[in-house]
């Protein structure tokens, strides 16, 4: 049945497909279930969760220079934030600098422009590294970021294994979603298991990638999907990690994972708690994990941009709140919330303090630290997660069939699935099935006005001078030569991490180390993804 037959209501079904009953009676068998902190973590991977610390709040923050984000990140710490997350410009995630043609419409402009060592100088100037740790969403030019963080750490003093924090690290959902690749899949996943190798030997606290499915779903996937989708790229990490010689032990338990928070409340929270089993059985089952910390799954959430409306912004507010009671009661280890005018700007000042205000209600006043996994036992949250498993599982065989993740994206696959869940929401909306206020119900006449963040025209020309001026002063034969170690490691296999960081520390360039690697590994061409919903 539509939500039209149904009345002013949405169907009585999730967004997965998966129909709601009218009513739950079938008592779930609680000692099935498991404890809280044991496998196979449904309940939650830690015994007190909450009651013995709240959850990491990691706003994400980034934008034209580094001397702006910088003033942003102190912002936020004094306004309570716990963790830095980073947001990087289009140009820093694909490898090019300020002064690339390709890149200068769009420097500083959906994050912050690190383009070399003294631009991460800046970013991080006065933040004790030892002392906050970092989230950096980046992909293609994940390495390079890692090499910047770990050259500040060593300018203030801070040894490598006491930076803590993740790198998202996570290219397989660029092929099927995003779009920031460069090089092709396998030379990229080579890229992936050199940081875990490198990190594992020398950044024990850092996670070394974060498995995305948030994305995936702002791109238009189901909760089901997201789950299968995610799931089924970090299997492929771990096959690739382990057919590199690393053992599951050095690296499984730094992974981590990155998901979306919707509206449909019940459904997301059954979606982590299917996520944390689902992911415990793979685990175990197919790579006969024995250490139970390489069987849970540690996950930050992001609240979902997607349903941010630019109609009544300030209702983003409502839709957030509920996002992020999703997420806590699912049992996220960290959060983001986003802000109301996002569907607008890039976040001013005064939204991104009521959007980390909002955490800090739902983690001090609204009494949902006080349990573990509150909503646990309940026959409906129960079925939802076992259905929710089962359609994540088929999913995660349907892609095996097909070689695994990377082999599935290579073919359209993924990509195709993606785009038929979009269709088919959209369709929805526009049609009046799915409600969205003030889009298609509860609207009003006049647009509500909010003040909105403004871009500095001025920062792409600034930038590109500095990059001028960079490579002008720094010793152009130790620049050379760090290139050239750059190119013998691309094409013998050997770890690229440490010449990476000898480049940056010879202030070598984010785009001048990606042009090379792209010689050895080559460029990436989109699949071009045919037949309709």
């Known amino acids: 049945m539509s939500g039209k037959e149904q009345g002013p209501g949405r169907a009585f079904r999730t967004t997965s497909d998966i129909p709601v009953e009218r ?26 969760m909450y009651r013995a610390r709240p959850w990491t709040m990691r706003q994400y923050a980034g934008f034209g220079g580094a001397k702006a984000t910088n003033e942003r990140f102190r912002f936020l710490l004094a306004a309570g934030q716990t963790g830095l997350s980073t947001a990087f410009d289009l140009p820093t995630q694909m490898g090019y600098d300020p002064d690339h043609p390709l890149a200068q419409p769009e420097v500083g402009r959906v994050g912050v422009s690190i383009a070399c060592l003294d631009d991460a100088l800046e970013l991080f100037d006065g933040i004790p590294l030892d002392k906050v740790t970092t989230s950096m969403t980046i992909n293609t030019t994940a390495i390079v970021l890692l090499a910047f963080y770990a050259a500040v750490g060593r300018a203030q003093g801070v040894p490598e294994n006491a930076l803590g924090g ?19 899949p396998r030379p990229s996943l080579r890229l992936v298991t050199d940081v875990f190798q490198a990190a594992a030997e020398r950044m024990p606290r ?93 996950f930050h959430t992001q609240t979902a941009g997607s349903t941010l409306t630019a109609r ?20 996220t280890q960290s959060l983001h919330t986003n802000s109301y005018d996002e569907a607008l700007a890039l976040p001013g000042e005064e939204s991104a303090r009521l959007a980390l205000r909002t955490q800090q209600v739902l983690a001090v006043e609204s009494g949902v630290t006080a349990t573990v996994d509150p909503l646990g036992g309940a026959p409906f949250i129960e079925a939802l997660t076992d259905k929710l498993e089962a359609a994540a599982s088929a999913i995660i065989a349907s892609m095996d069939a097909l070689g695994g993740a990377a082999a599935a994206i290579e073919a359209g696959y993924v990509q195709r699935e993606i785009q038929r869940a979009a269709y088919v929401h959209q369709r929805a909306i526009e049609s009046g099935a799915q409600k969205v206020v003030g889009v298609n119900c509860h609207e009003e006449g006049a647009p509500t006005k909010v003040p909105l963040f403004k871009h500095d025209p001025e920062l792409a020309g ?9 490579r002008a002063r720094r010793n152009a034969g130790r620049a050379e ?26 202030r070598v360039t984010l785009g001048e180390i990606t042009a090379v690697l792209e010689g050895v590994f080559g460029r990436h061409h989109e699949v071009h993804v045919t037949g309709g919903p």
Request: proline share 4%.
């Open 166 to 184: 993740t790198l998202q690290n996570d290219i397989l959902k660029e092929y099927a979603a995003r779009g920031t690749w460069r090089f092709p």
């Open 481 to 506: 030569a760090a290139l050239l170690a750059i190119h013998v490691a691309a094409l013998s296999g050997a770890n690229l991490f440490q010449p990476v960081l000898d480049a940056v520390e010879a």
């Open 206 to 298: 850092m996670n070394t990638i974060s498995v995305s499915g948030y994305h995936m779903r702002e791109a238009g996937c189901t909760a089901a999907q997201e789950v299968g989708f995610t799931l089924a790229n970090g299997i492929a990490y771990v096959e690739a990690a382990c057919a590199a010689g690393l053992a599951l032990q050095d690296f499984a338990p730094r992974m981590s994972f990155f998901f979306n928070a919707h509206n449909d409340l019940f459904e997301e929270v059954a979606k982590f708690r299917a996520a944390r089993r689902l992911w415990a059985r793979i685990m175990r089952e197919r790579f006969g994990a024995t250490d139970e910390r390489c069987c849970m799954l540690r």
């Open 312 to 331: 009544q912004p300030m209702v983003n507010t409502v839709r957030v709140t509920l996002q992020a009671l999703a997420a806590v009661l699912g049992g």
């Open 462 to 470: 600034a930038r590109a001078e500095a990059m001028r001026s960079l």
């Open 23 to 48: 009513v739950y009676t079938s008592a779930p068998d609680l000692a099935a279930l498991g404890e809280p902190g044991h496998w196979p973590f449904t309940r939650g991977i830690h015994a007190e």
